[in-house]
């Protein structure tokens, strides 16, 4: 018997949907949360989205966008939570496995914009016009973001690197 | 200075690494999105909630302070069901409801506590009241998603006396002089699964505690400082009333399981509280609500032995609470495994009312305190254990428009869990009644 095409849809996708979930959030609790409502969004828009071809480009450009709003209304509130980060001992077993935790921590103070400008474009290859579409900015504006995101994370690395 | 290329490469490597895979249950996300998609559906076709009005009316108000509600980025036309931190929420009439699981995320069994932070609360601006579900880390959502009946009774009743179970499934309310068990993840409008009728004038039913695992709730119908009858629900159905005999000069301090309450004898709560006498340790006996193996319904057990926590007390409290009694409140392990013997609450005495100053964790030389922070800013009260080593406190600051709720766990630093609006009503599972 055939598999409804949604279904089938999230069974294929939903590992990929939520490695772009967790890298945008970094926090897995929070990325299951998105990655649910990206589920129940695309649910709601599946005829449309199953005519156009391209189900995990608008499951993505939804995410992002969700993400996106979560993150300006928590700035307006105040954040929920502070940004969980490793405990001591997971900080120094990473720390003496790589250099992946410093880039992490430079990561975790990035902006939510500038941190999805750094996935869309370095880990999914978007170009400025996609990028742009997504979070509804203009290609300047992208191009903008991320000069700000790289110039922040080399400030980032370099401090952690100084300080070691 | 570290080359750009390098830099870029090393932000790849590290999030293409095995740490931001999701491990996500495609089944579960599948049955979250099609119970969703059917009550969406379902509402559609039965139109407009009751409770609709005064939420469109209060959308109005949040769509123009908070900067997401009219975002561009909003990927769908049709307007989000979000309960925001202010209380208020932007529901529409036709919007898709939350499910429970939203408020709720399935866990590993029924009987498993739902994650701190987990709360109702209810606000009021003016004599327009909303019921919101408080969730760890997450905005808020409105109680009217799930049940719009409940937050209709909420909002205009309050939440005086009532009670959450640990799994947040089960919402114990007064209504109209009696008692009722709802289950919150129950259809709208599902009828209770356990109701007492009202006492005598005078007397008002309230929650002495839920066993840890969420399975039974004691219900006592006090009039002054005497309780004229006993009730528990238990979650499989059973149920069984105790009526004790008039002169039986005991008070519950917890339930200590399905059948049994702990209780002692209370002090003269006639007398001012600064003039009470100090209680630090107390008798305990142990009441049969219902007939056990070994003995009859109103059978009292004196264990003979005291429970002394007085060495953990400072000067000026005690552990008489309102009531005159020790208040225990049964807590669920951390590991979930057994009893985890619950905390007892300390209460001092200020400008003549009994506060809330102190938990404690265990009894005698291996009691612990559990404190409020005297280090962070603002004005702290503490509510309930959450597990056997930690308790939730929330803070307001003045000036601010929401209150805090943190996790305070000794010799670490509080952990924030969630928040809601200021000057609300606050129920967390176990918590014996709002506050």
């Given at each position: 018997m055939d598999r409804d095409p949604f279904e089938e849809f999230i069974r294929a996708h939903l590992p990929a949907l939520g490695r772009h979930a967790v890298r945008l959030t970094g926090d897995r609790d929070e990325a299951a949360d998105l990655a649910q409502e990206t589920a129940y969004r695309l649910a709601r828009a599946w005829n449309r989205v199953d005519k156009d071809g391209n189900a995990l480009a608008y499951a993505r450009t939804v995410m992002t966008r969700l993400y996106l709003t979560r993150r300006r209304r928590e700035q307006f509130i105040g954040r929920l939570l502070p940004t969980l980060a490793a405990s001591t001992s997971d900080l120094d077993q990473i720390a003496a496995a790589d250099d992946r935790l410093t880039i992490r921590q430079a990561l975790s103070q990035l902006t939510p914009i500038q941190r999805t400008v750094i996935v869309l474009g370095y880990l999914d290859d978007l170009d400025d016009h996609t990028i742009a579409d997504v979070i509804r900015r203009r290609p300047a504006t992208v191009r903008s973001i991320r000069k700000r995101a790289i110039a922040a994370l080399r400030d980032g690395v370099a401090e952690k690197e100084l300080s070691r | 200075m570290t080359d750009?290329?390098?830099?870029?490469?090393?932000?790849?490597?590290?999030?293409?690494?095995?740490?931001?895979?999701?491990?996500?249950?495609?089944?579960?996300?599948?049955?979250?999105?099609?119970?969703?998609?059917?009550?969406?559906?379902?509402?559609?076709?039965?139109?407009?909630?009751?409770?609709?009005?005064?939420?469109?009316?209060?959308?109005?108000?949040?769509?123009?302070?908070?900067?997401?509600?009219?975002?561009?980025?909003?990927?769908?036309?049709?307007?989000?069901?979000?309960?925001?931190?202010?209380?208020?929420?932007?529901?529409?009439?036709?919007?898709?409801?939350?499910?429970?699981?939203?408020?709720?995320?399935?866990?590993?069994?029924?009987?498993?506590?739902?994650?701190?932070?987990?709360?109702?609360?209810?606000?009021?601006?003016?004599?327009?009241?909303?019921?919101?579900?408080?969730?760890p880390g997450q905005d808020a959502l409105p109680l009217t998603d799930l049940r719009p009946d409940l937050a209709a009774t909420i909002e205009v009743g309050g939440l005086a006396g009532a009670t959450l179970s640990w799994n947040a499934r089960l919402l114990g309310l007064r209504v109209a002089g009696g008692y009722e068990i709802h289950r919150l993840d129950a259809s709208p409008g599902a009828s209770s699964v356990y109701k007492v009728a009202p006492g005598p004038p005078g007397s008002q039913w309230e929650a002495v505690g839920w066993t840890e695992a969420s399975r039974s709730v004691v219900l006592a119908l006090y009039q002054g400082q005497r309780v004229l009858r006993y009730s528990v629900f238990v979650e499989d159905g059973q149920s069984f009333e105790y009526q004790p005999p008039a002169n039986l000069g005991l008070l519950p301090i917890g339930a200590d399981d399905t059948k049994t309450v702990a209780v002692t004898e209370p002090v003269d709560i006639s007398r001012p509280a600064a003039d009470r006498p100090v209680v630090g340790s107390y008798p305990q006996s142990f009441l049969n609500l219902a007939d056990t193996d070994g003995a009859k319904q109103g059978f009292v057990w004196h264990t003979g032995s005291r429970a002394d926590l007085s060495k953990l007390l400072r000067t000026g409290e005690t552990l008489a609470g309102p009531r005159g009694v020790p208040v225990r409140i049964a807590a669920p392990s951390a590991a979930q495994t057994q009893n985890s013997g619950g905390m007892t609450a300390v209460y001092s005495a200020e400008e003549g009312s009994l506060i809330l100053s102190a938990m404690i964790g265990g009894s005698g030389t291996s009691g612990r305190r559990y404190e409020l922070p005297t280090s962070a800013a603002g004005q702290w009260s503490l509510l309930v254990p959450l597990d056997e080593n930690s308790i939730a406190a929330a803070r307001s600051t003045p000036g601010s428009t929401v209150t805090d709720l943190f996790r305070i766990t000794v010799g670490q630093e509080p952990q924030l869990l969630s928040r809601f609006p200021a000057e609300s009503t606050a129920l967390i599972p176990g918590m014996p009644t709002a506050q």
């Open positions: - | 750009t290329d390098d830099l870029i490469r090393r932000v790849r490597a590290e999030l293409s690494s095995s740490r931001y895979d999701a491990e996500l249950d495609p089944d579960r996300v599948l049955s979250t999105t099609g119970r969703r998609i059917r009550r969406r559906k379902a509402a559609i076709g039965i139109g407009v909630p009751t409770v609709a009005t005064v939420l469109i009316a209060s959308a109005a108000v949040v769509a123009a302070e908070l900067p997401g509600s009219d975002d561009p980025a909003r990927p769908l036309t049709t307007p989000t069901p979000t309960a925001g931190i202010t209380g208020t929420t932007t529901t529409t009439g036709t919007e898709p409801a939350a499910a429970f699981d939203d408020w709720v995320p399935p866990q590993p069994s029924l009987d498993a506590p739902a994650r701190a932070g987990t709360m109702i609360y209810r606000s009021c601006q003016g004599k327009t009241c909303t019921v919101g579900l408080g969730r």
